[in-house]
């Protein structure tokens, strides 16, 4: 009995989430772009009659994911709205899936909270390494070395997300575009280690629409963006 019923609510669900208008963005279509940035980012842009989106990601992003202390994931994200009324833009509906990792879905991160969350095990990590130097005195510059490369990562990722991550704001008229960084963890048991290509799919609700940024890292094997640098 409870199977069935389960079933049948899973069943519901589907049906549900199947009526909502899905807008997936689409080499070479109508209003989808894709650019490679001299800055080396790679941006996927999608525009309907009211909302235009930009997803830049960058070229390195996977490589730089996996030297970070916090296993993160982080893109730009960019909305301008151009429709009456007005347009809410939450940060956290955002998902992004892991096609190539068992399809695992995961939320963006809330800034504020994975900043405090941050701090804590920075903490943490304080208290155990003045233990362990007390045990193997021997190994105290390694140990502080690791605690202080540690810490300012994580006092310098605190900052970035505290100035620019993606917040909620509403658009209108007079205030038509917004644009931040939004972060994914990567720590799930179903998501290993990168592999030479990534395939993602990266979600967004919209005024009963659903917006999709299907995206492959590097798009092709072997691409490389040359970033220019500025000589003045």
């Not at 609510?9 to 049906?15: D, F, Q």
């Amino acid at each position: 009995m409870l199977a069935a019923l389960a079933f049948v609510s899973a069943a519901h669900a589907k049906e549900k989430s199947a009526k909502i208008p899905t807008i997936r963005w689409t080499e070479s279509n109508a209003g989808c772009t894709f650019t490679r940035g001299d800055d080396g980012k790679y941006r996927y842009g999608l525009s309907t009659d009211d909302i235009g989106l930009t997803l830049a990601v960058d070229s390195q992003e996977l490589e730089k994911s996996r030297r970070r202390h916090q296993r993160i994931f982080g893109v730009i994200l960019t909305t301008r709205y151009l429709g009456p009324g007005t347009l809410y833009v939450n940060p956290e509906k955002v998902s992004l899936e892991f096609v190539d990792h068992f399809h695992v879905l995961k939320n963006a991160i809330d800034p504020g909270y994975f900043s405090k969350q941050i701090q804590i095990q920075a903490n943490i990590l304080a208290d155990e390494t003045e233990h362990q130097i007390e045990k193997h005195p021997e190994k105290k510059q390694e140990k502080e070395i690791f605690l202080q490369d540690y810490q300012k990562e994580v006092a310098q990722l605190q900052e970035f997300l505290n100035t620019r991550s993606l917040r909620p704001a509403t658009l209108d008229a007079s205030n038509p575009e917004i644009s931040g960084w939004i972060f994914f963890t990567t720590t799930n048991k179903w998501v290993g280690g990168w592999k030479k290509q990534e395939n993602f799919v990266l979600r967004l609700p919209f005024k009963n629409r659903v917006f999709e940024f299907p995206f492959t890292l590097p798009p092709q094997e072997g691409d490389l963006i040359l970033r220019h640098r500025d000589t003045h």
